[in-house]
């Protein structure tokens, strides 16, 4: 198998937790692996798959890139971080309006200095893939290799990052002497739920990867998941058959919309803080968790006894909800 090369900056292995108080209300083992830890500036899921994106942008002689995202997209800022690390530029390509006082991920890419056209929602929507590929032939002219990141680097490329995470979570099960049966995660672009299947198919291993869409639909991401995979099986040169039916992502609890909060999710949110010290974020991990915990509840994963939930990251984006949660 050939797997790609990355540059090592996240900060890996990740812890993983026990959630004492959780596994006893729910009756399962439930434990956390800490990719919130992964670093500072680019702490969250995006930086394991960047590790392989960016190896290969400045395998290419990129000393710019490109990329997208929300105006609070955890991508962009980790993006940022790791390229100024690097000694590269970033130019952002966000949705929405620039801000006198920006919060968040956006004011730390503003801090961070990267250089960020702003397109409005809709022009985004429809937009966003020429626009960067605009950009890129606008810095071709001026003799400036850009590179490209697809939102949220989830492609074949990127999607080794989850792979390479899937190894590490198998060395620790050896380390502490224990199985899951089940992994967690949310799915937002597809990528950390890609790299999770990856790992799982190439081990024929039994693990039930579960996935909870925070945007769109199920059917939308199981067909988008299968197009990263095969890309990354393409990339490694390898064969494995998987059918689409094998992607699980439950729906239900995307809410009224990517980056939306409603009051039960933030309330939720609270009450995980409260008993566990742990804080979600509204766009993901909270929307995700609340799914495992309502499921859990319903009975739905009733042979599931381990179970290990990806803990993306996403607080930054949290300070941006500051107005909305009742106290
Ligand atoms: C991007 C993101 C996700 C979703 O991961 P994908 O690989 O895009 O599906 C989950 N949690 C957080 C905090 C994120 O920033």
């Known amino acids: 198998m050939n797997i790609p090369s990355r540059i090592a900056v996240a900060n890996t292995p990740t812890p993983i937790q026990k959630l004492d108080k959780l596994s006893q209300l729910l009756n399962k083992n439930i434990y956390i692996k800490r990719d919130d830890f992964t670093g500072n500036e680019w702490s969250g899921n995006k930086i394991r798959k960047l590790?392989?994106?960016?190896?290969?942008?400045?395998?290419?002689g990129a000393s710019v890139i490109i990329t997208c995202g929300g105006l609070q997209s955890n991508?962009?800022?980790?993006?940022?971080?790791?390229?100024?690390?690097?000694?590269?530029?970033?130019?952002?390509v966000l949705r929405g309006n620039k801000q006198d006082h920006p919060q968040g991920n956006l004011l730390l890419n503003e801090i961070m200095g990267a250089q960020i056209s702003y397109l409005e929602p809709e022009r985004f929507n429809t937009e966003y893939l020429s626009f960067m590929e605009k950009l890129q032939s606008e810095y071709k002219q001026k003799d400036i290799t850009a590179y490209i990141i697809p939102m949220g680097a989830s492609n074949g490329i990127g999607t080794f990052g989850y792979y390479n995470c899937f190894q590490e979570i198998k060395m620790q099960e050896e380390a502490l002497s224990i199985q899951f049966d089940t992994l967690v995660t949310a799915v937002g672009s597809g990528g950390t739920y890609g790299?999770?299947?990856?790992?799982?198919?190439?081990?024929?291993s039994a693990k039930k990867i579960i996935g909870f869409n925070i945007s769109s639909t199920p059917d939308y991401f199981k067909s988008e998941i299968s197009k990263i995979v095969r890309e990354?099986?393409?990339?490694?040169?390898?064969?494995?058959p998987f059918s689409e039916d094998e992607i699980h992502i439950i729906g239900d609890y995307e809410g009224i919309g990517y980056a939306l909060a409603q009051p039960s999710e933030?309330?939720?949110?609270?009450?995980?803080?409260?008993?566990?010290?742990?804080?979600?974020?509204?766009?993901?991990t909270g929307k995700a968790f609340r799914g495992l915990y309502t499921e859990l509840q319903k009975g739905t994963f009733e042979d599931s006894q381990n179970i290990l939930f990806?803990?993306?990251g996403g607080l930054t984006g949290l300070y941006s909800f500051n107005t909305q949660f009742n106290f």
């Open 51 to 60: 590790e392989y994106a960016m190896h290969e942008a400045i395998q290419q």
């Open 75 to 92: 991508h962009a800022r980790a993006t940022t971080a790791v390229a100024n690390h690097l000694g590269l530029k970033t130019h952002l």
């Open 195 to 204: 790299g999770l299947f990856l790992g799982n198919l190439l081990d024929h």
């Open 232 to 240: 990354s099986l393409s990339i490694m040169n390898y064969e494995a």
């Open 266 to 284: 933030l309330e939720f949110i609270k009450r995980i803080a409260v008993l566990e010290g742990l804080i979600l974020d509204p766009v993901y």
């Open 310 to 312: 990806i803990h993306t």
